[in-house]
């Protein structure tokens, strides 16, 4: 019978942290193939990824007249591109580097008689270096890859429950390959201030993500010596946001990225990871809602 700590496997950051970087990466190369032939969709979801039963997809991209999809499969542990012609071409997913990725992947699209174009330069990332360029990043640890996997999938699985009471407008539950998370969006109907911007992120990006009024929640998986946390923000963040009392009673407001904070220590340690990930997404979305007076009589189930 699996245990908590296996449905929500360990995922030390500095473990895998070079293998998390390397896979950040990969993942900005399929997902700007698929921004790069689909239109915008509001506040970009139409660049994002999905985790499936495997790993991660792009879902179908029309490419002329057909479809081509690109998936992540993180228990082979290959990279497949599949036609709705018929075709398929894959190869093995390990320790290379982003540059060979890069090749390997234009290569396989060429093969299948896609041709397409990209901007190689990594975003949300600290000191860039375009990926066919990128001879530094080179690490692939199937383990670790496959634990990060298995927690999207409990992460996404829990994350449509709480998306299913909200009737108003809502995000899929997708991965977003530049901040390197999975991430679930609930919106009030009325429309948001400017954003004043982020750093390292062009305002483009943030002026059409945050053009209405969110409750957003996530995960991300850590780095850089911080570990993995779930989150909740809201934006604009109503007077009072910090202060709302939330559950479980151990998560906290982080002052400095200014959200919601649930370590992903303490859902593996829980008697009730469902129950308490499920009181985290609640509590911190009535503080949004709430404060911000949403219309939750008509946007709630």
């Not at 245990?3 to 990969?26: G, I, K, R, Y």
């Not at 139409?46 to 991209?61: A, K």
């Not at 012609?85 to 390990?94: I, V």
């Not at 129950?275 to 009589?297: H, N, P």
């Amino acid at each position: 019978m699996s245990t908590n700590t296996d449905v929500f496997p360990s995922l030390p950051s500095t473990a895998w942290q070079e293998t998390s970087t390397t896979l950040q990466l990969w993942t900005q190369v399929i997902g700007k193939i698929r921004r790069s032939l689909t239109p915008l969709i509001n506040h970009w979801w139409n660049v994002t990824l999905y985790v499936t039963s495997r790993g991660l997809t792009t879902s179908p991209i029309p490419y002329e007249t057909r479809f081509f999809q690109i998936d992540f499969d993180f228990i082979a542990h290959e990279l497949c591109i599949s036609t709705s012609d018929g075709q398929r071409t894959a190869f093995a997913l390990k320790s290379f580097s982003v540059a060979e990725f890069y090749q390997k992947t234009m290569s396989a699209l060429s093969s299948l008689d896609i041709k397409v174009k990209i901007w190689t330069m990594p975003q949300e990332v600290s000191n860039p270096i375009p990926f066919e360029e990128d001879t530094k990043h080179k690490s692939y640890d199937p383990e670790y890859v496959h634990r990060f996997w298995q927690i999207l999938v409990q992460t996404n699985r829990i994350f449509t429950q709480f998306r299913s009471r909200f009737v108003g407008k809502v995000s899929p539950t997708h991965f977003f390959w530049g901040s390197f998370d999975l991430a679930l969006t609930r919106f009030s109907g009325r429309t948001a201030p400017k954003h004043p911007g982020a750093a390292g992120v062009a305002d483009s990006i943030t002026h059409e993500a945050y053009s209405h009024e969110v409750s957003s929640c996530g995960f991300w998986p850590g780095g850089g010596g911080i570990e993995p946390f779930f989150y909740s923000y809201a934006y604009p963040a109503p007077e009072g946001f910090k202060d709302y009392p939330i559950k479980p009673e151990i998560a906290y407001f982080h002052e400095d990225i200014q959200e919601f904070i649930l370590p992903l220590e303490v859902l593996r340690l829980s008697d009730t990871p469902d129950e308490t990930l499920l009181s985290f997404l609640q509590s911190t979305y009535e503080a949004a809602a709430v404060l911000g007076k949403w219309d939750r009589e008509a946007l709630e189930r």
